[in-house]
T-cell receptor, first 113, second 115 residues
Framework: AQKVTQAQTEISVVEKEDVTLDCVYE???????LFWYKQPPSGELVFLIR??????QNEISGRYSWNFQKSTSSFNFTITASQVVDSAVYFC??????????FGQGTELSVKP | EAEVAQSPRYKITEKSQAVAFWCDPI?????LYWYRQILGQGPELLVQ????????DSQLPKDRFSAERLKGVDSTLKIQPAELGDSAMYLC?????????????FGSGTRLTVV
């Protein structure tokens, strides 16, 4: 079975704090792709990152960084120096060979001033 | 930047009425998806098209939902009759071929409320 688990339902931080969103996935495929999306209150899903299963290098993009570890089937997302504009629901998703995205339940991040 | 267009943005309908949503994918994207997102949950796939053919509709409640993509470009998702439990965000997405998720882009969605 293929599954994505985001154990943190809600996280609340104060501006400028660092925050890590956890994502654990299950798949039997040897080739797969992992995504993170941001969903602000307006509802659209904003693409953040796509990572394939053969590339375990961590990635940094501005204040965002991602830690992919196949050994623990985790693909965690860290926001450094959080800002109020980071407040949103964040989804981790697994892309399978059939072309379908399987989403986690989402983590609602609230960044307070 | 190319976008996936969806309309309407919001829809309120009464129970037992028919409702339809429209999606225009990014030009050149052969694969089109309809997802349903119930409040507080992640999106779930309803139907996947490759050009005009349905690839996966295993989660589509076929007694009341239908989807078509007649010319392999834009697509319509219909619900008839609508039920209270259909209240959700309906998201359309499109992607390039290749099976690696390149260019997987979502539209802004249609937020449906059934009263």
């Amino acid at each position: 079975a293929q599954k994505v688990t985001q154990a943190q339902t809600e996280i609340s931080v104060v501006e400028k704090e660092d925050v890590t969103l956890d994502c654990v996935y299950e798949t039997r495929d040897t080739t797969y792709y992992l995504f993170w999306y941001k969903q602000p209150p307006s509802g659209e899903l904003v693409f953040l990152i796509r990572r394939n299963s053969f590339d375990e290098q961590n990635e940094i993009s501005g204040r965002y960084s991602w830690n992919f570890q196949k050994s623990t089937s985790s693909f965690n997302f860290t926001i450094t120096a959080s800002q109020v504009v980071d407040s949103a629901v964040y989804f981790c998703a697994l892309y399978n060979q059939g072309g379908k995205l399987i989403f986690g339940q989402g983590t609602e991040l609230s960044v307070k001033p | 930047e190319a976008e996936v267009a969806q309309s309407p943005r919001y829809k309120i309908t009464e129970k037992s009425q028919a409702v339809a949503f429209w999606c225009d994918p990014i030009s050149g994207h052969a694969t089109l998806y309809w997802y349903r997102q119930i409040l507080g949950q992640g999106p779930e796939l309803l139907v996947q098209f490759q050009d005009e053919s349905v690839v996966d509709d295993s989660q589509l409640p076929k007694d009341r939902f239908s989807a078509e993509r007649l010319k392999g470009v834009d697509s319509t998702l219909k619900i008839q009759p609508a039920e209270l439990g259909d209240s959700a965000m309906y998201l359309c997405a499109s992607s390039l071929e290749g099976g690696r998720g390149y260019g997987y882009t979502f539209g802004s969605g249609t937020r449906l409320t059934v009263v």
